[in-house]
Structure formats: structure tokens, C-alpha cells
């Protein structure tokens, strides 16, 4: 059936073949970096956005084809900067392709709770802070 997205575990999904930037997101704030996309896209800037379902095993190949591809890379993920998204591409990076990898999440400090939403605007996941980033 066409309406499903074919998921396999250790590759990543791009969505779109935009070449300002990459944004690799995991989690919830995979639809935060589609939204961002959506809305660069009516300003003429074209990035691709990779679904990160699964860290483990990293998709080495993906994240060099875009490190190649693309202007900017980008990391975003409701999860410490520390050990988790970001630190996984830098390594496939620093072993593979040495280039710059922005990484947004939550840096080191005790979380807080509150509505999903919140959250995420609280601690800069949103599409406004991912196209802050890019630009």
C-alpha cells in the first residue's frame, strides 16, 4: 500500500532534496523540521529534512551523502545534546567526513515538565528556531 513510508531499521528517510541544509530529527520534532522546510520553501531556500527513526545503528552512509550534498547540517531532538542525535552524526563525521554539525536540543540542564508544545518552545525545538539556524 502506497500510503505507508517504508521503514527500515538503520537507514534514515530524507524528505526532499534541498541543498542549503540538512536537518537530521529524531522524535517529535520531526514535524517541526517539516514545517520549517514547508515555510523556507516559500521564501525560495530549498533543505532536505532526514527522519531519524532509528540512532542505532546510524545510517553512516546517509549522513555522508549529505554532509556532501548540502550547505549546512543541522541535529535537532527532544534529548540531550549529550550522547544522543547530534554526538552520533559527529562521530560519523569526524571518522568520515570532517564538516561543521549544528546541534539543537536540550543542553546540560535538569529538565522541566509541562505541555508537549510548551516544551518544545521553551527549549528552542521549534520550526522558528530551526529556520533561525539555517538563516
Excluded at 514535524?31 to 531519524?52: C, F, H, P, S, Y
Excluded at 567526513?97 to 508544545?117: E, H, R, V, W, Y
Amino acid at each position: 500500500n502506497d500510503i505507508f513510508q517504508k521503514f527500515e531499521f538503520g537507514k534514515m528517510i530524507q524528505i526532499g532534496e534541498g541543498t542549503a541544509a540538512t536537518v537530521f530529527a529524531t522524535g517529535v520534532v520531526v514535524q517541526e523540521a517539516i514545517k520549517a522546510k514547508e515555510e523556507l520553501e516559500t521564501k525560495g531556500i530549498n533543505i532536505r529534512v532526514v527522519d531519524v527513526h532509528t540512532i542505532k545503528p546510524i545510517d553512516k552512509d546517509m549522513i555522508i551523502k549529505c554532509a556532501k550534498e548540502t550547505e549546512k547540517l543541522i541535529s535537532i531532538e527532544d534529548h540531550s545534546v549529550i550522547g544522543g542525535l547530534g554526538t552520533a552524526i559527529s562521530e560519523v563525521l569526524i571518522d568520515s567526513c570532517p564538516t561543521k554539525l549544528i546541534k539543537m536540543g536540550i543542553n546540560d540542564t535538569f529538565g522541566q515538565s509541562g505541555k508537549a508544545q510548551d516544551l518544545l518552545e521553551y527549549y528552542g525545538l521549534t520550526k522558528d528556531s530551526i529556520i533561525e539556524k539555517i538563516m
